[in-house]
């Protein structure tokens, strides 16, 4: 802790996943002999370096840019890029840390990364964008390259930074390196399904995991949180199972459509003008049944449903917004963002018996297709959107079955989240070990 000091989410997340560790040193002690726990929570490197640019009234700004390069061990690092005025180095490790088990629980070559910068896209031009994005990899594109680091988006980064990022990453290099970064957009090597990917991922998830309980989707009230990309397809994917979703949310609040959410408006609004939440309820012709609750003044969670979809961002939903959700009548709950639900919100949910699936697994079919944007990138091929969507609705089922399964080998039937982080643990570990103290 003292080494690691002030970084309460890489805590949080370290914690979680030792916590489901005991069953499996228990099994396999070379595990401790070795030091591979010590060993998986250091980083291999981190790299902090400052970005400057200039803003549209020639001001010179600087930020903060960081790649953690956490484990190598599966394939070259991978992991998104975030670009949000809360990010710091705890931020970019705990993200990193979960994805090193999220890659390998994918059953896909890709080791694990994460990075970005406290730089915050709102409000600025395009043009301040492109010149903080080539800023940006100026420095970082020397720890990059399709068999060592390879990033893509998060929150804050579509496909307009990666344009960017992925120009300026030719022209320093003079290498048309198309697999150094995935999302790109359809025109230059980027894959049909990649955008759909996360959203999608954790609806054939979830949808698996109420499955088993003979439930599904169809006639469910379901509320998404977040209103980005993981969000958006989330909700597209749930309707197209004939869930009902009633609410999503941005940092200004949450709306609710008690007729069910006009998906299409949602995207003219975050898609296409990048506005805000709160207009929806403006640009609804017949808004009865509609209403928009500003942050501060409730929680999306106060909506009742019987599935929940947390897609914003870490710790967004509390102990307490558990409890009210189970009060009224939640059945299930699939983390579409990484670590959205807090220590004691999973507590609470697994005591009262909801179906509860942790973001490393259900939320790992983004990572997931870019890693099918790799293939496709190495092999200079294009697949089709229903090749790609059927190989993520492939490797999300064979992601459910492992945890499902390992959760029963360790006798914890039904605990996703310890049969995650054990599955997750183990297919990192083992090539650690064949590799040596290194
Ligand atoms: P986007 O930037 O597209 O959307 C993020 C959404 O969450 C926006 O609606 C945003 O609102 C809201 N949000 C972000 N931060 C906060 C905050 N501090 N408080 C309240 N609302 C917030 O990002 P993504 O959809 O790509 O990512 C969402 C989550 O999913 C993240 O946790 C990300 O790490 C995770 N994820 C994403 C993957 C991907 O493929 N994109 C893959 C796997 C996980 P506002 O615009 O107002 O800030």
Redesign the pocket.
Known sequence: IRRNAGEAEFHQAVREVLESLGRVVAKHPEYLDKALIERICEPERQIIFRVPWTDDSNQVRINRGFRVQFNSAMGPYKG?L?F?P?VNVGIIKF?GFEQTFKNALTGLPIGGGKGGSDFDP?GRSDAEVMRFCQSFITELYRHLGEYTDVP???????AREIGYMFGQYKRLTNRYEAGVLT?KGLFYGGSLARKE??GYGNTYFTRAMLQTGGEDFDGKTVVV???????IYTIEKVQSYGGKVVAC????GYVVDENGLDLNLIKEI?EVRRG??SEYLRLKGDSSGVYFVK?GDGSIWDVPCQVALP????N?LTGKDARRLIENGVIAVGE???M?CTPEAIRSFQQAGIRFAP?KAA??G??ATSALEMQQNASRDRWSFEKTESRLAEIMRDIHDSCFETAEEYGVPGDYVTGANIAGFIRVAEPMLAFGVI
């Not at 949180?225 to 969000?231: F, L, P, Q």
Request: charged fraction near 15%.
């Open positions: 998104g975030r949000h809360s993200l709102k893509a988006g998060d929150i804050g980064v579509g999302g990917a996360t949180s977040g209103s980005g990309n993981v969000a949310s941005d940092s200004s975050k805000r939440i942050a897609s914003a961002t870490q967004e579409g963002a990484n959205p973001g939320n790992a983004g990572v």
